[in-house]
């Protein structure tokens, strides 16, 4: 589970709710979910506490995000990392917040004051998830697998779906770079709705 989060560099932070990120292959994400599914209301508070604390003593100034490991027995958690940048699935948060996490960022390099940046103000709706595309050979165990990208094609994007992707039918997938090829971002009323 991952808390992201937003410090002002004076102390004050907030938190952007959290992302479920268990469903992973070689230690990469391939599916990422905003309401976290079966996390108690009382565990996400203390994980959003916990994040926004360390992310104030630090007088963090910017986006990142704070990961945990969940105990789901005990719904015991403990601190894995903080990664001090926009993440791949940052979307997530974005399409269920309607906040422009990249914009925030920029905002605050320029200066800008951010004043309507606080915790009362930000509002979850909904749910969203992230499904990565990989240039992978199932039958190869996933591994990935370079050349023509001989047929991409992906639904057409409107106010549920946002498509993040940099390549097109046609191009070279080569073995230089990350095989993540494309990101999906459903959003929905309900996990279904977002899946759908």
Known sequence: IEIQVFGHGDGRAIHMFERECSIQRRFQKVVEESRAPNLPADTLKRMADAAVALVCQERYRGAGTIEFVLNAATNEFFFLEMNTRI??????????????????????????????????????????????????????????????????????????????????????????????????????????????
């Open 87 to 196: 993440q791949v699935e940052h979307p997530v948060t974005e399409m269920i917040t309607g906040l422009d996490l990249v914009g925030l960022q920029i905002r605050l390099a320029r200066g800008d004051h951010l004043g309507e940046l606080r915790q009362d103000a930000i509002h979850s709706s909904g749910h969203a998830m992230e499904l990565r595309i990989y240039a992978e050979n199932p039958a190869k165990n996933f591994l990935p697998s370079p050349g023509t990208l001989a047929r991409f094609r992906l639904p057409p994007e409107d106010d549920s779906l946002r498509v993040d992707t940099g390549v097109k039918e046609g191009d070279q997938i080569t073995f230089h770079y990350d095989p993540m090829i494309a990101k999906m971002i459903g959003r929905g009323a309900t996990r279904n709705a977002s899946i759908t």
